[in-house]
């Protein structure tokens, strides 16, 4: 009986050390993508996407080629991977940070400005991602997809608490936010020099303005 017990005892250690080095060793994955990102939006950001190289991708994120291959077989993946981050962050934010926020039509405007900003970080990396998403073709299109439906979501959720016309076209609504979006990118050419206060109350401006039509 001592034996068996043991033996259970020494297999519960084994089954929970495995565990724990099986979720390190996925820990450590999602820290070295992350790291990697970080990097590439940097370097695409100081250097241009052009003139940067997977090779200095890797210097600048401290990981050899190999490890950069293992998650992104080339320039490309990496604007995917960067955006589908930003997707990613901001439905965490929308679970986590913003799960309480009292309206969908306040959520729907932290989403945006959320976006808008995290794009000033970058805001020529940011653009180019952009005008990928506009390409059916891209393989990036499905972030713009991806987008769009987030919006969506958050769109029909105003109008079931009467904040739009039930009878609006939600796609038309999430045109208007995207275009939002878009203008803020590639009309306001100076964003990049903006402070936080006055962008901010630039965001608010157009926001209300432009789906003002929509509001009972």
Same mark, same amino acid.
């Given at each position: 009986m001592r034996i068996l017990c043991l033996g259970v005892r020494c297999a519960k250690r084994i089954y929970l050390y495995n565990n724990y080095m099986t979720n390190r060793r996925e820990l450590? @994955?999602?820290?070295? #993508? @992350?790291?990697?990102? #970080?990097?590439s939006r940097r370097l695409f950001s100081q250097k241009g996407y052009e003139e940067t190289m997977m090779e200095d991708i890797a210097v600048r994120a401290e990981v050899s080629r190999a490890t950069i291959y293992n998650y992104f077989p080339n320039k490309e993946s990496l604007l995917i991977g960067t955006a589908?981050?930003?997707?990613?962050?901001?439905?965490?934010s929308l679970n986590k940070e913003l799960k309480d926020v009292e309206s969908s039509e306040k959520k729907l405007k932290l989403v945006l400005d959320e976006l808008?900003?995290?794009s000033v970080e970058y805001l020529s990396l940011s653009r180019r991602i952009t005008y990928l998403n506009s390409e059916e073709d891209s393989p990036i299109f499905?972030?713009?997809?991806?987008?769009a439906e987030l919006f969506k979501e958050l769109i029909i959720g105003v109008q079931e608490e009467n904040g739009f016309h039930r009878d609006a076209s939600v796609e038309d609504i999430v045109d208007v936010v995207m275009g939002i979006y878009l203008i803020a990118l590639f009309e306001w050419s100076h964003i990049d020099e903006y402070t936080p206060e006055f962008l901010q109350v630039k965001i608010d401006r157009f926001f209300d303005l432009m789906l003002s039509p929509f509001r009972p």
């Open positions: 450590n @994955k999602i820290k070295s #993508r @992350k790291n990697i990102l #970080r990097a589908d981050e930003v997707i990613e962050r901001i439905r965490d808008i900003t995290s499905k972030t713009r997809e991806d987008l």
